[in-house]
């Protein structure tokens, strides 16, 4: 009579075990953890974070290897985009083959740079300083996170950006040439969860 009771009982325990268990998996990755061991490097006359979690490699205006986490996706998607923003005629291909997904949006974006040339660092009143950045959205393969910079005038703006985990680091991935949303937005107020990262004066 005893293993009767028992048995159901038992049973009760592990499913609640089981279900404890998915609760906590289901919590996620922190997307909140500043980055850590920040220190910061100009390229192109724009301060840009360097951490313990990435890059970890510079090469002719590239910068390379990010931790595969929150982290290292949130500094990948400021550090391309800025560099991808202002690399000087010598160094923009190697920012797009080794900072960038390929695929059209990168073919269009290249086929425009071609046009252009940029032989010197941002003008100081172009030059955004980095505020810090806010992922929302987070998998292991891909990662949205919105940039956060303010200009010499005190306006600021929100970069929309997403980074995808190629050959074994994170890249930007430019929006579909097709795409209509907006990259960029102007703003009065920083949300109050970003992870922040302010660049020094």
């Known amino acids: 009579m005893n293993s009767t009771v028992t048995r159901p009982v038992l049973v009760g325990i592990a499913l609640l075990t089981a279900a404890a268990g998915c609760g906590e998996q289901d919590a996620g990755p922190d997307l909140s953890s500043a980055p850590t061991g920040v220190r910061w490097q100009h390229y192109q006359g724009i301060a840009l974070p360097h951490a313990d979690q990435g890059p970890a490699q510079l090469q002719q205006g590239a910068a390379t290897g990010f931790e595969h986490s929150p982290r290292g996706a949130g500094l990948a998607a400021l550090t391309h985009t800025i560099r991808l923003s202002v690399a000087p005629d010598d160094d923009w291909a190697t920012v797009v083959n080794r900072g960038l997904v390929p695929g059209p949006a990168r073919d269009e974006w290249a086929i425009n740079r071609v046009q252009l ?64 949303t907006r990259p960029v937005d102007a703003i009065d107020e920083l949300p109050p969860d970003i992870v922040t990262l302010e660049a020094p004066q």
Not at 138 to 144: C, G, L, M, S
């Open 117 to 180: 040339s940029i032989t010197g660092p941002a003008a100081p009143e172009y030059a955004p300083k980095l505020l810090g950045y806010k992922i929302t959205e987070y998998r292991d393969e891909q990662a949205r996170v919105d940039v956060y910079t303010e200009y010499s005038d005190s306006s600021r703006a929100v970069n929309h950006t997403a980074v995808s985990w190629y050959g074994q680091d994170w890249r930007l991935r430019l929006p579909d040439p097709e795409s209509t």
